[in-house]
Every structure is written in C-alpha cells, then in structure tokens.
C-alpha cells in the first residue's frame, strides 16, 4: 500500500466527515495533508478557508452516489501530498508543489453538474476560467506561486475517454 493507510468506513472517509475534519472553514484544516501542505506553502488559513468552500460548492448533490465528489477529490490532492512529501517532490521549489496541490483539490470542480452526476472535465475548465469566484480564488493563489495556466493543464490531463479516437483529441 506503498505506506498509505486509508481510514474509516469502506477504506474512506465519508463526505460528511471530510468537511467537518477539514474543510469546517480557515482554521479547520484538520487531517488533510493536501490543505497542511499548502499552509506550509505559504497559502494562509483565509485562502485555504475560500478554497474549502469552493470545493464544497464545486460537489453538489449527495456525495455518496458520484465517486467523482468531494471524498475522492480530498483523496487525489491528499496522495499528491503524500507523492510531495517524498524525496523528489521534496526536490521542486513550494510554487510547484502548491500548484500541482491545488490542480489535485480541484481536477473535479463542477458546480454546474446535475448532482449526484460525475464531474466533467470541461466543464471544470471552464468554470476555473469563467467563474468570477473560481478566477479571483486562482488569482488569490497565484501570489502564494499557483501557477493558473498550469492548474488547467493539470486538469485538462485528468480528461479520458475508454475510445482510441477520443482520446486522441484529449
């Protein structure tokens, strides 16, 4: 398991138990290593707190139907924290750490979805570039080194599609 210990029910942790321990505002940053790496980064407490809200925003719907949720988007930044915390993710400079962190938390922002419906990469794109919450909070970002331009390249990579030729145009 490469030293990464899952908790709670089903080897995750609930929707309900993911905001309360650490997406509960500024200061509630809680068991999430994604959230302490940024602070660490130099992201302060109120940004973090914007970033908490807009993913919980980002999720709508019962979070227990769509594996594309919160849970597994605090999941995704958290393993890329623990990827970061390694010898070679120790070796990039905190901007670049900070970016992939913020690429990870928010590769399935889609507040637009139907809930319950799984997040859709365009869409996510075209939030982070059109929401006026969304572009102040990556413009907020980039003054601690997030890199915007490369956050939606991130996410344009998380794109897939099972068809050879749809894949190509990803």
């Not at 719907?61 to 605090?74: A, I, N």
């Not at 003054?143 to 050879?164: E, I, M, Q, R, W």
């Given at each position: ?22 997406f509960g505002g500024a200061g509630a940053l809680g068991g ?16 973090l707190g914007r970033l908490s809200s807009l993913l919980k ?66 869409a996510t794109l075209e939030t982070l570039e059109n929401d ?39």
């Amino acid at each position: 398991d490469g030293g990464l210990k899952a908790r709670g029910p089903a080897n995750g942790v609930s929707p309900e138990q993911a905001y309360a321990e650490g997406f509960g505002g500024a200061g509630a940053l809680g068991g999430f290593a994604f959230a302490r790496s940024l602070s660490r980064g130099g992201v302060p407490a109120a940004t973090l707190g914007r970033l908490s809200s807009l993913l919980k925003d980002g999720h709508p719907g019962d979070q227990t139907k769509v594996y594309h949720g919160l849970t597994h988007s605090v999941r995704v930044a958290n393993v890329a924290a623990a990827v970061l915390d390694g010898p070679e993710g120790r070796a990039l400079s905190e901007p670049a750490r900070n970016t992939l962190l913020v690429a990870a938390a928010l590769h399935d922002y889609d507040p637009s979805r139907t809930p319950g419906s799984p997040a859709r990469v365009s869409a996510t794109l075209e939030t982070l570039e059109n929401d006026a919450k969304a572009s102040a909070l990556l413009q907020e970002l980039s003054a601690h080194g997030v890199d915007a331009a490369a956050v939606k390249a991130l996410v344009k990579y998380t794109d897939f599609s099972p068809d050879p030729a749809a894949r190509a145009k990803i």
